[in-house]
């Protein structure tokens, strides 16, 4: 089994900020099949990155994922209000599918 | 806009069987390109993948629940299910289901049903 460590556990920002989270992979993720997801206080999670680094649909342009391997990051070039919330990566190439623990991005 | 619905009963008693079902609008469950998958999330943690299914039935599960989960397509009524055998108070969650696009991943995920499991 893959297993995806998300650093830090938190993070305090402000409104504007630019902010990098971590996704490590415990092995190799398949074709870079490295999914993020944000996770809103009483929604479902929505799906941001596929791919590593596709967006989408309907995802802004602030938003921007990369990486390959074993190490990803989601980028945030400028938090919006809506931005604060829980993102989670997670690996769809490899059985069976597993989450990170998450990153919780709340306000400073 | 596929939209994605769980049902099911909120409350499950130890030992006996959880059942949901995902109902399917705005797109047909029988689309090749479609997987549609089950996840949870016990209260205030992170998320778990219980299983995808196809529909023509191909079934795909975490191991870790393999022995305990059942899932089923229904297409004449749109739906998928999701059977959870013998549960303790550890299965107590968040059922979420959700659509497998081509992309590999869930992009589109129902509200969330909450099960709690007690007597």
């Known amino acids: 089994e893959i297993v995806l460590t998300q650093s830090p556990g938190t993070l305090s920002l402000s409104p504007g900020e630019r902010v990098t989270l971590s996704c490590r992979a415990s092995?190799?993720?398949?074709?870079?099949?490295l999914a993020w997801y944000q996770q809103k206080p009483g929604q479902a999670p929505r799906l941001l990155i596929y791919?590593?680094?596709s967006r989408a649909s309907g995802i802004p342009d602030r938003f921007s994922g990369s990486g390959s391997g074993t190490d990803f990051t989601l980028t945030v070039s400028r938090l919006e209000p809506e931005d604060f919330a829980v993102y989670y990566c997670q690996q769809d190439g490899t059985s069976p599918l597993t989450f990170g623990g998450g990153t919780k991005v709340e306000i400073k | 806009q596929l939209h994605l619905q769980e049902s099911g009963p909120g409350l499950v008693k130890p030992s006996e069987t959880l059942s949901l079902t995902c109902t399917v609008s705005g797109g047909s469950i029988r689309n090749a390109n479609y997987y549609w998958g089950w996840i949870r999330q016990p209260p205030g943690k992170g998320l778990e993948w219980i299983g995808n299914?196809?529909?023509?039935?191909?079934?795909y599960y975490n191991p870790s629940l393999k022995s305990r989960v059942t899932t089923s397509v229904d297409t004449s009524q749109n739906q998928f299910s999701l059977s959870l055998s013998s549960v303790t108070a550890a299965d107590m969650a968040i059922y979420y289901c959700?659509?497998?696009?081509?992309?590999?991943?869930?992009?589109?995920w129902g509200q969330g049903t909450m099960v709690t499991v007690s007597s």
């Open positions: 092995q190799s993720v398949r074709s870079n099949y």
């Open positions: 791919g590593a680094s």
């Open positions: 959700a659509w497998v696009s081509g992309t590999g991943a869930f992009d589109i």
């Open positions: 299914i196809y529909y023509t039935g191909n079934t």
